[in-house]
């Protein structure tokens, strides 16, 4: 699975020099993944969105490492999506095979008719897998 910001099905691709992963021996990941450019269809922001995931706890279970991000985890960790706000996401947050955190969710964008769909894949992990991050 290649790196990607892809919101709906526009791919924007990821600023890998701005962007960071770090996973703790404990499970708790903290990672900002920022987007190369700005949604196609927006006018009304400067800089391209990020997606911000801070001391969240990752779980086993049974199958997969990851979260569900919903309401009781957003109360309890620093989790957001900013473009021009800080809004809340919804969705999974996983670690995959490979050193590869994964988030598949919505954020429902101030303004928009309708929330967004997120899918946000970033490699990281030992030098010579994945460049810069």
């Known amino acids: 699975m290649e790196n990607r910001f892809r919101i709906d099905d526009d791919d924007l691709g990821i600023d890998l020099r701005a962007s960071s992963v770090s996973l703790g021996s404990d499970g708790v990941v903290d990672a900002t993944v920022v987007a190369a450019r700005l949604p196609g269809a ?35 960790h620093e989790i957001d999506f900013t473009l021009v706000d800080h809004d809340d996401v919804h969705g999974v947050l996983s670690l995959g095979a490979g050193d590869r955190l994964r988030f598949v969710g919505t954020v429902h964008v101030g303004g928009e008719p309708k929330a967004w769909r997120l899918d946000v894949s970033i490699g990281f992990g030992a030098p010579g897998r994945t460049p810069g991050v």
Do not use: K
């Open 42 to 76: 927006v006018d009304w922001a400067d800089d391209p969105p990020r997606l911000h995931f801070r001391d969240v706890p990752l779980r086993f279970d049974g199958a997969t490492f990851g979260a569900t991000v919903d309401d009781d985890l957003l109360d309890e």
